[in-house]
C-alpha cells in the first residue's frame, strides 16, 4: 500500500545565478539521499520551480503526487514574510516556497502556512533537504469517493452532527478559525481550481472536527467551509465510513440530491485515530498551540498519510489516547476526546494562538 515509486526529480523555469548555485547543491544533496534527477519527466515526485519577482510560472503537474518546491530569490527578508511572500507559494502552484536571500539563510513557506528559516552554515544543504523530504517523499490522501447510501433518517442529521455544529460555533467564537488567506482572489478561477483539485483547500477557514457514529464510521467537517457555521449533511457535514486503500480514497456515505462537497483533508488522520481506538468518540483539529504538548518529529503536509500516521503514533503513546493533546510540528493540534465536549472543556483557556516555528 502507498509505495514509494521512484523519487524522480526536475528542474522547472529559469534560475538566477544564485539560485542556480543553490539548485546545483540542492540536486547532489538530492542525489545522495537517493533522488533521481530527469531533465524532463512527466509525472515526478519532485519539482524545483524557479520564479522571480516579476515572472511566477506555475508547474502544472499532471500527477497529484508531485511536490513542487517554488524557488524564489531575495535581498532580504520583509517585515511579515507570510504576507509577503504567501502569494508566490499560491500563484506558483506549489507545496512550498523556498525563499534564498543569498549568504545569509533561506526560508520556507508552506501552503499551511508554516514559516521557518535555515540560515547559511554547517550542513546548510543538508537542513534544505531535511526540510524538503518528509514533504516530498508523503503521500496525500484527498480522495474522496461519495456512495448516496446514507440511511434516509440520518439526511437531517441527528444528536451528533447537531453537537458538532455546536463545537464548530464555539471554535468560531474563540477566534480559532481564521479566515485562511485569500486564495480565491491571488488565483485566476481556473488557477484555484486546480489548486482545489490538488490539495482539497476550499480556502475558507482552517482547523476541522470530527465526531464517531458508531464502531467504523464517524462525522467530519468538510473542506473549506466555514466551521462555525456547519450545518447541511452532505456539504457541510460529511459520514466517514471507509478509506479505500487501493484507491487510496476516503469513502464518505451521502444523501441523495446533494452535491457533496469534499470532506476535509485530514480525515485520513481521524480514520486511522478511531479505526485503532474504539473509546476516542470526537477529535478537534486547530491551528493553536498548548504548553509542553508532546509532538510530531517532522513536518508533514495536511491530508498525507505520513501526518496521519505520526499523529496517530502520538495518540497512541499518551497514558490515555481518548483525552490526548498532540502537537503537529509547525502546524497546530489534534486533539481527542469521548465527546466533543469532553475536548473543548480541556482546551479552554489554554490555547495559544501562535503556534511556534521551528
Ligand atoms: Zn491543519
Known sequence: MLKQDNLVFRFHG????????????????????????????????LVLNFITDDEVKPYRRRAQAT???SMLEASQSPQDPIKEWYPYLVRGLSNMLLVYIPNKETHFLTLDL?????PEGNRFYERLFERIHPMASSVLVVNNRFEQDLEPELWQG?????SLSEAGCKLGQ???????????KILSAEDFRHVKRLYGIGGL???????????????MSASGVDKSKLSEIGRDILLVKDYDSTANAIVLSVPPNVEPRRVSVDAIEHWLIYKEHPEVGAIIHVHAWMQGVPTTQFHYP??????GRAVAEKVRQSPDPASAVV??????????GRSLAHILDRIDGKLIKHVPME
Open 302 to 307: 495536511c491530508g498525507t498519510y505520513q501526518l
Open 114 to 118: 508554516a514559516h521557518f528559516i535555515e
Open 67 to 69: 511536490f513542487v518546491v
Open 158 to 162: 441527528d444528536e451528533l452532527t447537531r
Open 14 to 45: 529559469d534560475h538566477t545565478p544564485a539560485l542556480e548555485k543553490l539548485a546545483l547543491k540542492l540536486k547532489e544533496t538530492l542525489e545522495a539521499h537517493g533522488y533521481h534527477y530527469r531533465w524532463y519527466s512527466i509525472s515526478p515526485r
Open 327 to 336: 502537537g503537529l510540528k509547525n502546524h497546530g493540534l489534534t486533539v481527542t
Open 205 to 219: 477557514s482552517y482547523g476541522n472536527l470530527s465526531v464517531r457514529q458508531d464502531h467504523h464510521r464517524f462525522w
Open 174 to 184: 474563540w477566534d480559532l478559525l481564521p479566515a485562511a488567506f485569500p486564495i480565491d
